[in-house]
T-cell receptor, first 112, second 116 residues
């Protein structure tokens, strides 16, 4: 079985632009979560979606939004990019998050 | 609010030796999950071991085991017979068991170096 896949793997954007990051969960996983990992820190929770509904939102500005599609894949959108948005963005899927997430390899976003 | 603290930014261990990584957390909840994740240079977070707070027995997974001290709010990871492939960042994480609370709270990580 394929794991959690994220695209693209690397991305360079200019301040003020917007970006869309994509995630395909493991087959059968209906829950997708997004995390931001700034260099040298642990991942920070951004969003969780389950069955296409938002189930949780972290302490991120409204420039960050996400959605989940009928096939359970997900997109994370960030508008009006700031230099501080440069980070590794991790997607994770689970059947039951209490049993642990399976993470993708992330998208490295650099804002210049 | 819950917090997770990893006070060891970096640890080193000789190959085949044992090392213990520390993690403390703060919560007012009685039911929760704790995890250790490994992040190698490939960036993918890999689940190492999990513990359910209501279980008194410490979790073990092959060479990995935890020392879960609920009263002390401590959750350390012991790696036995360390191998070169164990070199990575290790993150401790907390998740409430309350329905509707799905986020994981991660610590800042411990970088483990394995010396040949």
């Amino acid at each position: 079985d394929a794991g959690v896949t994220q695209s693209p793997t690397h991305l360079i954007k200019t301040r003020g632009q917007h970006v869309t990051l994509r995630c395909s969960p493991i087959s059968g996983h209906k829950s997708v979560s997004w995390y931001q990992q700034v260099l040298g820190q642990g991942p920070q929770f951004i969003f969780q979606y389950y069955e296409k509904e938002e189930r949780g939102r972290g302490n991120f500005p409204d420039r960050f939004s996400a959605r989940q599609f009928p096939n359970y894949s997900s997109e994370l959108n960030v508008n009006a990019l700031l230099l501080g948005d440069s980070a590794l963005y991790l997607c994770a899927s689970s059947f039951d998050s209490g049993k642990g997430y399976t993470f993708g390899s992330g998208t490295r976003l650099t804002v210049v | 609010a819950q917090t997770v603290t990893q006070s060891q930014p970096e640890m080193s261990v000789q190959e085949a030796e044992t090392v213990t990584l520390s993690c403390t957390y703060d919560t007012s909840e009685s039911d929760y999950y704790l995890f250790w994740y490994k992040q190698p240079p490939s960036r993918q977070m890999i689940l190492v071991i999990r513990q359910e707070a209501y279980k008194q027995q410490n979790a073990t997974e092959n060479r990995f085991s935890v020392n879960f001290q609920k009263a002390a709010k401590s959750f350390s990871l012991k790696i036995s017979d360390s191998q070169l492939g164990d070199a990575a960042m290790y993150f401790c994480a907390y998740r409430s068991a309350n329905s509707g609370t799905y986020k994981y709270i991660f610590g800042t990580g411990t970088r483990l170096k394995v010396l040949a």
